[in-house]
């Protein structure tokens, strides 16, 4: 009896031991596999074997909501390719390894940014097809324009990017508020980062914009743009009993840029209809009103960026050398200050005749080996 229970015992000693055994085996593969899968993200085996095991008891003790939602985001890209991925990252089916940025935290890229341009049925031909076969075309999938009429050739080109407004095609402040109300609202129904709106006389040099917007957050409350004229306007607001009321603002005729964090605060004053409201309050066009709901409602300051120019400056003084340098340029074609017309300083690649707003020969100064430039020049300048 005694022979017996002794086996038993020695048995069951066994037994443990084979089990302690094959448990710590399982660990340090696991471990192991932990520090093979992370390796190069900066985290320790450890700390990733566990956020990847038991998240929930790790998130709980000693850290942020920030601190969950980031780990949640990192863990999320890392089992799916981003549709994004930056040039050079290998796919998990490669063998190699990879670091996943949670979407929010990588750069802003040309495809995050919804670009409107204003325009009207008599300016198609001279003013937009200019526009498609220049800066549009290295855009097209971004750039939504904004018009007051039907236009088939147009729409050839844009397909569903040409918006029929159904607004006035007269200059006065209603038609021009109610295409940007129209505008304002097809941003907000797109998955982007940044809203930037031109007019129909503007060259956008995308790859300076690009980088522009890479200097700020697209969550924080962002307003980008240039004034028209070298102090705050004064209006009177009639919603506060005809206070008088004074705010920067960008000029459209330059362009300017909002946040996606600063566009869903304007939603009280400018989303569905209320936009109208706003430009009727200050009795201005839209982008006084823009600057009026930005800066005197919602208390963000503009920040002025000189790269953005429009026709009510001299063109002509721009260096050559510092035109690849900036976001937007303009042109004036009517006589400006006793000149016969207001253009940047460009003499080479096309005509005057041929080009007499200068922005063939800006896009081919850019971009030298684009169709539009074969045969004219080939090598930057």
């Not at 407004?165 to 907000?188: G, I």
């Not at 690009?210 to 004034?227: F, M, S």
């Not at 600063?262 to 989303?271: D, F, N, W």
Request: aromatic share 8%; proline share 3%.
């Amino acid at each position: 009896m005694r022979l017996s229970c002794r086996r038993l015992a020695l048995g069951l000693s066994a037994g443990a031991f084979l089990c302690l055994w094959l448990f710590l085996t399982g660990f340090q593969q696991d471990l192991a596999a932990g520090r093979i899968a992370t390796q190069g993200d900066g985290s320790s085996g450890n700390e990733r074997w566990a956020l990847g095991k038991h998240p929930r008891k790790i998130s709980s003790v000693g850290r942020s909501m920030e601190d969950d939602d980031r780990d949640s985001d990192i863990r999320k890209t890392s089992r799916t390719q981003s549709k994004h991925s930056r040039p050079g990252n290998r796919s998990p089916s490669s063998g190699q390894n990879t670091v996943s940025v949670p979407d929010r935290m990588r750069k802003t890229e040309l495809h995050d940014i919804f670009i409107g341009v204003k325009t009207t049925e008599k300016y198609h031909r001279h003013r937009m097809d200019l526009l498609m076969d220049t800066w549009v075309s290295l855009a097209k999938d971004q750039t939504f324009v904004f018009t007051d009429s039907d236009d088939e050739q147009l729409r050839s080109r844009l397909g569903d990017h040409l918006i029929n407004t159904n607004c006035s095609s007269s200059h006065m402040r209603q038609a021009l508020c109610c295409k940007m109300a129209v505008e304002y609202d097809m941003f907000l129904q797109q998955d982007k980062r940044w809203f930037c709106h031109v007019d129909d006389d503007n060259y956008l040099n995308v790859h300076e914009l690009v980088k522009l917007l890479n200097q700020y957050k697209h969550t924080d409350d962002i307003y980008l743009g240039r004034p028209s004229i070298n102090h705050p306007m004064e209006t009177y607001d009639r919603h506060e009993n005809m206070q008088k009321v004074n705010f920067w603002f960008a000029t459209g005729g330059a362009g300017f840029c909002i946040s996606k964090g600063l566009a869903l605060k304007m939603i009280p004053y400018a989303s569905g209809g209320k936009f109208m409201s706003s430009c009727e309050r200050i009795r201005l066009p839209d982008d006084c009103t823009l600057g009026f709901i930005i800066e005197r409602l919602l208390r963000v300051k503009l920040v002025q960026i000189q790269q953005f120019h429009s026709h009510l400056e001299w063109l002509k003084f721009i260096k050559k050398e510092e035109l690849p340098h900036q976001v937007s340029l303009s042109y004036g074609l009517t006589p400006y200050r006793g000149s016969a017309r207001n253009v940047i300083g460009l003499d080479e690649v096309f005509s005057e005749s041929d080009d007499p707003t200068r922005f063939k020969s800006l896009h081919c100064l850019l971009y030298p080996y684009v169709d539009l430039c074969s045969g004219h020049v080939r090598t930057r300048r």
